[in-house]
């Protein structure tokens, strides 16, 4: 059962064992992540398309827009030299200019009450003020300098005019002046409007189309000075998309800015680009979400086979704990049964000593000395016996792990030989032993080869010859060699020479092969029988390269 | 006067071959159970000095072998257990010797053997 247990333990780590590369996966950590950036990146980029493309269109439409707006300031303001020609008619025609001009003045329907209309003539290279009606911001007799005195030139040479935006704050006014052929030459209308930019944002005009859609602001100047804001629907300076035209009003240039004041292309259109967004990054965040959901879970799973691979590696533990103590009761169970087998064992030596002493004892005074040291010799190899035997019973008792120091086989063979002698009929043969040296456990080493030198003492009953040899294998070992010629065992017998309490002789205890096994795989080296009956057994002992200490000249 | 030493190990045949020379017997030895029943089958032994765990033919197996008259048969045993002992001495032995044992004990026992044959 001990032997079947282990290997089942040992195949169920390796499965256990197997199982353990599945947590390189968890490198994927950044899978999430990623998605939600790819997605997030995507989303971004088609919303910047769409989100050009919506603007391509609304910059489109405001350039129409504007273009449109840019035509009605031009005709509104185109019409206000028609006001003036019906007064500029009126002067000449009549006998007196002045009085026909306010005369007309006040009867035009379409001067506003808070403009100021002058008839303004030229004499003597001075531009003076005949006749003012409306607001009396000019008075009769006033000559006219600068912007308006520029104005009021042009118009005389013949071309519509207009200053550009005079004075400050409240008192903010804009001239336009009307010369011949309307007016008699060298007089001209000249009619000046108060300029309120804030007014415009109130204006019913600038409620209705095109107006409604933009912010639209108007320089009487080419460049956006704030002192030439003529109309202003919005605040200053205009925000977003800004489209310019100048627009030639009176011989001058103004500048005419528009900006959307909502989506030109309708609120849906718009707002697609932040649909697409919003889908994009909802799309992005579930995706990585459902994947993390996915890896929580696939953590969650490998935690649980791990606290499983955990459990399962205790209850092994366990279970070879348990298994060890089992063994251990075996073994000592064993030992028992060895004991009692060794007290056996060591009655036969024992009583040849004690025989052997006696004889020694009396003197030995019938037999010749010859025999008497045979006697002796014998002593000494049945003290090596017990010596054998006992060792035995305490290296499997004891089953240390091997001391790793060298050992010289040449030495080791000398050492076995002293302890047990062989028989004097016995012949040992020694082969390339010099400078023959292991990494191995000199104490369980010399109990391998006395086992294997006593094993092949009795296997020749007295009379053969021993071979102890060493030599170096293919691969950098090295082979130890214990023969004899003697009784040898059938391939049955050799099969089970290494298992313990295992004999086929008449004596011993069939422990001292068991042993030199177990000290043998101790080592890491290999031990073989190669045996025939009637011709003898070989005990082949391999070191490992790793044990060799000294090569052996070959 | 004859003796049979009959043990498998040379060590215990020979020292006791010695000591029963030395005493002034007649001693033969017999390497093993078969060895030991041809000797006796064959040749008068007043004793025989005989081992019980033999290869091959055991010592009790050849006592109950040799039939009547039996020679006086003083068995030698190793073996520890009561049990073990109280089998040989069933074969009806002269006398059961657990090994190791005095000598003095053994020429006693031979001695008496001898005496009792008479």
Known sequence: MGIAGTREVGQMADVVSAARPTRRERTWRWLPAAILVVLLVAAIGVFVTVRQAVDDQNGRILRERTGEIGLLLKSAVGNIPATMSGLGVASRLGSDPAQAFLREAHIQPGLNPTQTVALVHRSGGRLVVQAVAGVPTLGTGDVLTGSRAGAVDRALAGRTASTSVLGRGRTRVIGFAVGPPTTAPNTAIYLQAPVDPAAAAHSPVTHARPFDELSVVLYASPRPEPSQLVLATAPTPLHGQVVRQTIAVGGRSWLLAAAAAGPLVGTFANAVPWVILGVGVVIAIISAGVLLLFQRRRDYALAVVDVRTRELAQSMAELEETQEKLVFQERLAAIGQMAAAVGHELRNPLAVLTNTLYLLRAGFSGVEAERLGRHVDRAEREVGAAVVIVESLLEFARAREPLDENVDLGDLVDEALSVAPPPEAVEVVREGLDAAVVRADHQQLRQVLLNLVTNAYQAMDGDGVLSVGARATPDGGLELTVSDTGSGMDAETAAQVFDAFFTRKAKGIGLGLAVTKRIVDAHGAAIAVDSAVGIGTTFALTFPPARVAEAVPT | ?118
């Open chain 2, 1 to 118: 006067v004859s003796v049979l030493v009959a043990d498998d190990e040379l060590g215990m045949r020979e020292t006791l071959t010695d000591i029963l020379s030395q005493s002034g017997y007649e001693v033969h030895e017999a390497a093993d159970g078969e060895a030991a029943l041809d000797a006796i089958l064959g040749d008068h032994f007043d004793v025989v000095v005989m081992d019980v765990r033999m290869p091959g033919r055991d010592g009790v197996s050849v006592l109950r072998e040799v039939g009547s008259p039996p020679p006086a048969v003083i068995l030698m045993t190793a073996y520890a257990s009561e049990s073990q002992l109280a089998e040989a001495r069933r074969a009806n032995p002269f006398a059961v010797l657990r090994k190791p044992f005095p000598v003095p004990q053994l020429l006693g026992l031979v001695a008496s053997a001898i005496e009792a044959a008479r």
